[in-house]
């Protein structure tokens, strides 16, 4: 008779991509375009963006002026973008605010999760909710939105930029991949968790 073998997990797999960062306080938590959000973990780098050319522009002066300048930020050596989902920021189960909340809220309530260590990441098979959880009592939600993009497929709900450049892409259907950030994800294999 053979060996058992276990089976591979596929939720253990796409959660592996997480374990270097547990442990380490996530910094620069804030709120971006519409209810995204964004983390930094590990040390920073400065991010270079190119200078965007405004010669296409045939507006006003002042919006050309800003068109002509470089966006330079802080990064982490591992990024997380919550992007197009439901969720609620919690502590010690009081909610805080939600992706509906206002600008003004989602801001103040997010400065919580700054300092706080990146303890456990879990996701439900079954509704592809994933659930990140801090150690001072932050815990975040994510629920995938029910309706597709302009092209018809589901929208990521949150993405994982790892030191290696590549980025790992978590779907509303459940399905996930890891691979270059600068490689098109309409090009990879999904893998089903």
Same mark, same amino acid.
């Given at each position: 008779?053979?060996?058992?073998?276990?089976?591979?997990?596929?939720?253990?797999?796409?959660?592996?991509?997480?374990?270097?960062?547990?442990?380490?306080?996530?910094?620069?938590? $804030?709120?971006? /375009?519409?209810?995204? !959000?964004? /983390? +930094?973990?590990?040390?920073?780098?400065?991010?270079?963006?190119?200078?965007?050319?405004?010669?296409?522009?045939?507006?006003? $002066?002042? !919006? $050309? $002026?800003?068109?002509?300048?470089?966006?330079?930020?802080?990064? *982490?050596?591992?990024?997380?973008?919550?992007? %197009?989902?439901?969720?609620?920021?919690?502590?010690?189960? #009081?909610?805080?605010?939600?992706?509906?909340?206002?600008?003004?809220?989602? @801001?103040?309530?997010?400065?919580?999760?700054?300092?706080? @260590?990146?303890?456990? #990441?879990? !996701?439900?098979?079954?509704?592809?909710?994933?659930?990140? @959880?801090?150690?001072? *009592?932050?815990?975040? +939600?994510?629920?995938?939105?029910?309706?597709?993009?302009?092209?018809?497929?589901?929208?990521?709900?949150?993405?994982?930029?790892?030191?290696?450049?590549? #980025?790992?892409?978590?779907?509303?259907?459940?399905?996930?991949? %890891?691979?270059?950030?600068?490689?098109?994800?309409?090009? #990879? @294999?999904?893998?089903?968790?």
């Amino acid at each position: 008779m053979p060996p058992f073998r276990r089976r591979n997990n596929p939720i253990e797999s796409l959660i592996k991509y997480f374990e270097p960062i547990y442990g380490k306080p996530c910094w620069g938590v $804030k709120k971006g /375009f519409g209810s995204f !959000i964004t /983390f +930094e973990f590990g040390n920073p780098h400065l991010k270079v963006e190119k200078v965007v050319d405004s010669t296409w522009y045939l507006g006003s $002066k002042r !919006i $050309k $002026k800003t068109l002509t300048t470089r966006d330079v930020r802080a990064r *982490g050596d591992w990024h997380l973008w919550i992007y %197009c989902c439901y969720w609620n920021l919690r502590l010690k189960n #009081v909610s805080l605010t939600h992706n509906e909340s206002s600008d003004k809220k989602m @801001e103040e309530a997010l400065r919580i999760l700054n300092g706080q @260590e990146l303890i456990a #990441v879990k !996701i439900d098979r079954d509704s592809h909710h994933t659930l990140f @959880e801090f150690d001072l *009592g932050g815990t975040l +939600e994510t629920a995938p939105y029910e309706h597709l993009d302009s092209d018809g497929d589901p929208y990521d709900c949150w993405m994982l930029f790892l030191p290696d450049g590549n #980025v790992v892409t978590y779907r509303a259907d459940g399905m996930y991949h %890891c691979h270059p950030a600068d490689q098109a994800c309409d090009k #990879v @294999e999904w893998l089903s968790c």
